[in-house]
């Protein structure tokens, strides 16, 4: 690391840096009174919303990636028709670094990795997802790091979780709460041998299941499935490039003679911790970033989730090289797609659920997870100039039916989940909610949206005394969880 690059000290122009995906300063909590409030919060609204996303401590040190920043949840809690908000960086072991050398100390995704720190060659940020586990949040980062502990009403740090002292592994983004056991299901994946560990954190804490997984190869997933028995895990044709990562840089490859691979496994197993219970099931190649639900159904398991939908050629044919360009900017071009496998036979089909809309980030009403469900909800895309979400959808699954909701031009929206209403008579009965950059205004907003009347205005909306910028997943912490 040269004194030259070390002396950089301000923000470089990055398209990822300005208007609204610019990092924000200090931590703050706003009180219900300071709130500007328009319409009510509902009194069966009981919970707390949580978001992720980057925002850096420190100017960066070399190409900004929009996935480097720290990451930094924002909260709103909702009880007794009140709200509260608050925000607090995830005070990991790089940020704890950083604050007190004060300055960055890590490059980013698009930089040379660190060679001097083995240990932590690229700064984990664990700035990507976030899940309720046992009373308290993970936050978790997208190639597999260590997952913190937060306190979910306050977002004071609780360290990181180490299960016992039996944690061995990172552990990914997208790792998974069952809300009917409270078991935490988490994946790992690296570049190291076997390249993929699956195991179960029961709701004491403790490890009840870690399975090593042996890939062909290191792979790139970014997300799984749990159904009530299973664990599906995914193998996927788009890979890094090997000669350009000796280089020291990061450059995709999609091989299209390769399936698809789901890998079933029970999520206790067979107690063999040897991966030797993991049955694969092979598809259409095809890269997956966000899955939603899967459930059994008599010898069936089905898997939806959002499949990057490839561009076309000349003759109307998939172009499945399309793919390395899509995740290659980053961008998000996906439909809903469904996946089965007969576990008896074998048999397997898949087919689109829905061939319209550009449609990712998607929620569902956790409680229904594993079970057969019927609603999805989806952020709404667009890619210029920068990537953000105008808009929310949702989808019947059972009737294909899409229904959209935006407050207008000019709005912007978070990963919005599902938040069920108190005493819930439905999968549907209760909230989206979302933070919403009103650019016409100038402010960041909370919204509360209707599930059942979802092209609706919203029922509430609050107006924040400071911005929110944009950020990457969300969860909803139920009252009853906390
Ligand atoms: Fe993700």
């Known amino acids: 690391m040269s004194s030259q690059v070390r002396a950089r000290r301000s923000y470089p122009v990055n398209k990822y840096l300005e208007g609204n995906y610019a990092p924000i300063d200090g931590e703050h909590v706003v009180a219900f009174e300071d709130m500007a409030v328009e319409g009510e919060v509902p009194t069966d609204l009981d919970g707390i919303y949580v978001r992720n996303g980057p925002n850096n401590q420190h100017p960066p040190l070399g190409n900004y990636h929009r996935y480097d920043g720290d990451g930094m949840l924002h909260s709103v809690q909702f009880k007794n028709g009140r709200a509260t908000y608050r925000n607090k960086w ?18 980013g995704m698009l930089d040379a990795r660190r060679g001097d720190r083995p240990d932590m060659p690229l700064k984990d940020t664990a700035n990507t997802d976030v899940v309720m586990h046992a009373g308290k949040l993970i936050a978790t980062w997208y190639i597999s790091g260590d997952p913190y502990l937060i306190d979910p009403v306050t977002l004071e740090p609780l360290g990181q979780a180490d299960f ?26 690296s570049r190291d041998y076997p390249y993929m560990n699956h195991g179960v954190i029961n709701k004491d804490g403790v490890m009840t ?16 499935w749990i159904s009530h028995n299973y664990t599906i895990l995914h193998d996927l044709p788009l890979i890094y490039d090997e000669d350009a990562y000796a280089h020291g840089r990061v450059k995709l490859r999609f091989e299209e003679d390769w399936p698809t691979r789901f890998g079933v496994l029970p999520r206790h197993g067979t ?45 109307g044919n998939p172009d499945l090289q399309s793919i390395v360009t899509i995740m290659g900017r980053h961008g998000l071009d996906a439909r809903l797609y469904r996946w089965s496998v007969n576990l008896v036979t074998g048999a397997t089909k898949e087919g689109l659920l829905d061939d319209k809309w550009n449609a990712e980030f998607p929620t569902w009403n ?24 105008p808009g929310l959808m949702k ?14 031009p000019g709005y912007t929206y978070s990963e ?23 650019a016409e205004a100038g402010q960041s907003e909370v919204h509360i949206i209707d599930a059942q009347n979802f092209s609706a205005a919203p029922v509430c909306k609050l107006i924040l005394p400071y911005r929110i910028p944009e ?10 969880m906390l």
């Open 471 to 480: 950020g990457f997943h969300a969860t909803w912490a139920r009252g009853d």
């Open 366 to 389: 956790n409680s229904v997870m594993g079970d057969q469900m019927r609603y999805a909800y989806c952020a709404q895309i667009r890619h210029e100039p920068v990537i953000n979400f």
């Open 209 to 224: 299941a870690f399975t090593p997984v042996e890939l062909p190869g290191p792979r790139l997933p970014h997300d799984m």
């Open 90 to 107: 995830i005070h990991t072991a790089c940020f704890e670094e950083e604050a007190v050398a004060g300055e960055a100390l890590w490059g």
């Open 271 to 315: 107690g063999s911790g040897t991966g030797a219970d993991i049955r694969w099931y092979e598809f259409a190649p095809c890269y997956i970033l966000h899955t939603i639900n899967a459930w059994e159904e008599g010898d069936w398991l089905h898997m939806t989730g959002c499949r990057i939908q490839p561009h076309t050629d000349g003759q």
């Open 416 to 438: 919005a989940p599902f938040a069920p209403a108190v005493g819930a008579k439905a999968e549907d009965h209760g909230y989206l909610v979302s933070f919403v950059r009103n």
């Open 395 to 408: 989808f019947d699954l059972e009737t294909g039916a899409a229904e959209m909701h935006s407050a207008g």
């Open 164 to 189: 016992g002292g039996k944690r061995t592994t990172k552990i990914s983004a997208h790792s998974k709460t069952d809300e009917s056991t409270d078991d935490f299901v988490f994946f790992d994946y």
